[in-house]
């Protein structure tokens, strides 16, 4: 079957088609086009919700136009559409969803409304490659999902497809929103982890030891804002330069302290649940689990602990938010809803 995907959450516009046959199997991506408004973002060191919402009213249809293109297919030829119904910007999830909807009805076809972090998870049942036929890929239960975006830091069992719990999430930021923020307090662009991550390959970890919260708090909740602060303070103490071309030693060495701080806190937490919940899979999902420092991390310590899960982690471009991860997780856990049914949920948590 097609199923045509639509991700308008936060400030990406997407759209794909992806094929899907059976269950035991992953999905094949036919297109998976992504429109974002980053850049207008990054001049004010954050998205401006209203400014988001107004850019993918403009990029929806275009987008949509090339997924179908892309993929070589027609409207008429989809079988049922995914879309995200939450969480997210209520302005930005209004346009996905009033689009899958007015698509729904007027070539009749079912939605399925997919919550955008099961998508997340979801990005893991992707081949990795259109022309990838392999099923060596296949993903067994029960699996641990970590999902690791700019929202969220959580933690989930997974004992089949749809059967989802909770183990914990964070307390206050999420891991991207903490790259996010401590990049502003260094005056770095918007969005901030793929920024801290190249800079801190210049840098030492250990000159700055940053706290870890939590880290042995016996459970698998999270916290990153004393990180936060504990950054804000060096910053008072250095003088950094962080005018363009002048990056001194000192902002290496902090984007190291940053980025090895936050991933120890994931990778510790992770394994212990891991080995917890004797997990046969581990898998990662959101923007943070495109940074290379966390993937290397989690390998080499699951080897050292001997800890015999499997681990998962989507190509950076199924890490980040996109259409073939909503429409993979419509496939593998969605219900058909009736297009009047279907209404966005800001505040949708798990
Ligand atoms: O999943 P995502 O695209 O959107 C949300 O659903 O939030 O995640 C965006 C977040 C941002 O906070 C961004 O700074 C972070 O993912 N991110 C990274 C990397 N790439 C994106 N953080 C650290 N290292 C990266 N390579
Ligand atoms: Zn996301």
Redo the contacts with the bound molecule.
Sequence with gaps: MLILGIET??D?TGAAVIEATDRSQPVRILSNTVASSLKLHAETGGIIPEIAAREQIKYMLPVLTEALDTAGTTLDAIDCIGVTYGPGLIGSLLVGVETAKTLAYIYNKPIIPVN?MYG?IYANWIHRHIDDTSSTDAITFPALALV?????TDLLLLKNHGDITILGGTRDD????A??KI?RLLGLSY????V??QLAEKGNPSVFVLPRPMIGSGNYEFSFSGLKTAVLNLTKKYTLDFSEGQHSQTLYDLCAGV?EAIVDIIVRKTLKAAEEYSVKTILLG???A???R?QEVLRERAEMQSVPAEIFIPQ?SL???NAAMIASAAFYMGQKTPWRNVHVDPELYY
Excluded: K, M
């Design positions: 959450s936060c990406e955008h997340h690791v975006s700019g929202g969220h999420a891991a991207g929103e790259f996010d990049g969005p901030a982890g793929p801290i991550s980025e959101g923007g943070v495109a940074n290379t966390l950076s890490c980040t938010d």
